[in-house]
T-cell receptor, first 112, second 113 residues
Framework: GQQLNQSPQSMFIQEGEDVSMNCTSSSIFNTWLWYKQDPGEGPVLLIALYKAGELTSNGRLTAQFGITRKDSFLNISASIPSDVGIYFCAGVANFGNEKLTFGTGTRLTIIP | DGGITQSPKYLFRKEGQNVTLSCEQNLNHDAMYWYRQDPGQGLRLIYYSQIVNDFQKGDIAEGYSVSREKKESFPLTVTSAQKNPTAFYLC????????????FGPGTRLTVL
């Protein structure tokens, strides 16, 4: 099946720094979603993108649907301690099919 | 409060026993999903259902079974045929019909002893 390559696998940053992560695919996706998961909890939806080139913000988070439709980016500005967690990208390849393909996650750690 | 509930949060079973994990949603969503997550890994799709009385296998359906008799409920049975059942199981739902945002429950951690 399709695979999503997410990078970096982990990030160690200081509070206040900006964060960038991305997700790439070898095939075209029609929808991109970004989730955050805290340990032992279910993922929480952050941003949904439906159109190539779309740039959407949710507070300090901004995500973009790549023009080629094969990638997506998530940026977090001015990180705070509660940003710690694992961030997953997910995509839908086929219209009419509700299946999501998930990336392997980016683990964000904030160094005191 | 609208949402997805999974119970219990932690479940222990002996090897060779079947176990059923519950998932209920009151969001009036058409589609529901079951995922498995292993430590340090992403989510893998077990089964999904886009409408009542219909469901499809995901990427790792072997050793699992589901039913969708009601819109609100999508229970997952982990059978004795599943070779490595210990994992974190997540249920999700979405409106369907082209709206792909999936909303997740809190998860059930199953440990088979």
């Amino acid at each position: 099946g399709q695979q999503l390559n997410q990078s970096p696998q982990s990030m160690f940053i200081q509070e206040g720094e900006d964060v960038s992560m991305n997700c790439t695919s070898s095939s075209i996706f029609n929808t991109w979603l970004w989730y955050k998961q805290d340990p032992g909890e279910g993922p929480v939806l952050l941003i949904a993108l439906y159109k190539a080139g779309e740039l959407t913000s949710n507070g300090r988070l901004t995500a973009q649907f790549g023009i080629t439709r094969k990638d997506s980016f998530l940026n977090i500005s001015a990180s705070i301690p509660s940003d710690v967690g694992i961030y997953f990208c997910a995509g839908v390849a086929n219209f009419g099919n509700e299946k999501l393909t998930f990336g392997t996650g980016t683990r964000l750690t904030i160094i005191p | 409060d609208g949402g997805i509930t999974q119970s219990p949060k932690y479940l222990f079973r002996k090897e060779g026993q079947n176990v059923t994990l519950s998932c209920e949603q009151n969001l009036n969503h058409d589609a529901m999903y079951w995922y498995r997550q292993d430590p340090g890994q992403g989510l893998r799709l077990i089964y999904y259902s886009q409408i009542v009385n219909d469901f499809q296998k995901g990427d790792i359906a072997e050793g699992y079974s589901v039913s969708r008799e009601k819109k609100e409920s999508f229970p997952l049975t982990v059978t004795s045929a599943q070779k490595n059942p210990t994992a974190f199981y997540l249920c999700a739902s979405s409106m369907g019909q082209g709206l792909h945002e999936q909303f997740f429950g809190p998860g059930t951690r199953l440990t088979v002893l």
